[in-house]
């Protein structure tokens, strides 16, 4: 996976949109890895705002059980979340 720009990005996210839950889970933990361990930094894009959006999504869990022994949020919860930080991301201009 190569994402280095904010089109890049909101591509991604939609297409992440679109995948089936266990290909979802695996592509979020695949993006997190290249963020949040400092692999890629996006210069269009505030990486500190997309750090805590990626954080967020780590209490995301497809399997009902265990959203509810561990208060994770699920499908509808990510959709949601995907959509508004895509919104964020579409109207925002980065001042440099």
Do not use: H, W
């Amino acid at each position: 996976m190569s994402i280095s720009n904010k089109q890049e990005l909101i591509t991604f996210l939609k297409r992440l949109l679109s995948l089936k839950e266990n290909q979802q889970r695996r592509e979020i933990i695949n993006i997190q890895k290249l963020i949040l361990e400092g692999d890629i930094l996006l210069q269009d894009v505030d990486n500190e705002e997309l750090a805590l959006f990626l954080y967020d999504l780590d209490y995301y869990e497809p399997d009902e059980n265990l959203r509810k022994e561990f208060s994770f949020f699920g499908n509808k919860e990510l959709e949601k979340r995907i959509k508004e930080y895509l919104c964020e991301l579409e109207n925002s201009r980065l001042i440099t």
